[in-house]
């Protein structure tokens, strides 16, 4: 079944204590990225790859780090999280080279809590 | 820039009724626009695609339109049931922005559905 697998689905961590939100494909995707959720604010676009070791900023990406080592993987990285990182993240995946028939999946959500 | 506006932010309709969820965008240089539902607290579960080529699609009981030159697509519901309750979202894939732009999708705000017994 094509999906795409985020870990964990739900979070709370403390201010400062490092994390990272795994997120893997197996559709054999080249263009992956992370959104973020936010009441009155729909969904943004914080970090994206094209390919392997190719990563980008997104609209809002300060306080996040992202890499891209394998194809399928891209996790999210929260070097030092504050209270306002506290949203709901998607992980979304999608051929990058026909992009008129190129459709995006999402994983499942991962509810992140910082107190 | 790109903006999408989906009309209404919320919709309560009773069961059996079809219904029409409207979705507008400002910018017609797109490769294609997706129709999402999301469940509350729940990932996005995508409904159907439209390339910028065509004018509708149809899954079941649903079926979307493109109108790309007035920026507008609508996704019609026949038959509503309770289990059609759900925000649902449009997104747009950019066309015209260069490079890798192309990759993100901008999101409407979303409507509201519910659908009583």
């Known amino acids: 079944e094509a999906q795409v697998t985020q870990n964990p689905r739900y979070l709370i961590t403390v201010t400062g204590k490092k994390l990272t939100v795994t997120c893997s494909q197996n559709?054999?995707?080249?263009?992956m990225s992370w959104y973020r959720q936010d009441p009155g604010l729909g969904l943004r676009q914080i970090y994206y790859?094209?390919?392997?070791?190719?990563?980008d900023k997104g609209d809002v990406p300060e306080g996040y780090k992202v890499s891209r080592k394998e194809k399928r993987n891209f996790p999210l990285i929260l070097e030092s999280p504050s209270p306002n990182q506290t949203s709901l993240y998607f992980c979304?995946?999608?051929?990058?080279?026909?992009?008129?028939?190129?459709?995006?999946?999402f994983g499942q959500g991962t509810r992140l809590t910082v107190v | 820039k790109q903006e999408v506006t989906q009309i209404p932010a919320a919709l309560s309709v009773p069961e059996g009724e079809n219904l029409v969820l409207n979705c507008s965008f400002t910018?017609?240089?797109?490769?294609?626009l997706q129709w999402f539902r999301q469940d509350p607290g729940k990932g996005l579960t995508s409904l159907l695609l439209?390339?910028?080529?065509?004018r509708e699609q149809t899954s079941g009981r649903l079926n979307a339109s493109l109108d790309k030159s007035s920026g507008r697509s609508t996704l019609y519901i026949a038959a509503s049931q309770p289990g059609d309750s759900a925000t649902y979202l449009c997104?747009?894939?950019?066309?015209?922005?260069?490079?890798?732009?192309?990759?993100?999708?901008?999101f409407g705000q979303g409507t509201i559905l519910t659908v009583h017994p």
């Open positions: 979304a995946s999608s051929m990058y080279f026909r992009p008129q028939k190129t459709e995006a999946f």
């Open positions: 559709m054999n995707h080249e263009y």
């Open positions: 790859s094209m390919n392997v070791e190719v990563t």
């Open positions: 910018d017609s240089a797109i490769y294609n």
């Open positions: 439209i390339q910028s080529s065509q």
């Open positions: 997104a747009v894939r950019p066309s015209n922005a260069g490079g890798t732009s192309y990759g993100k999708l901008t």
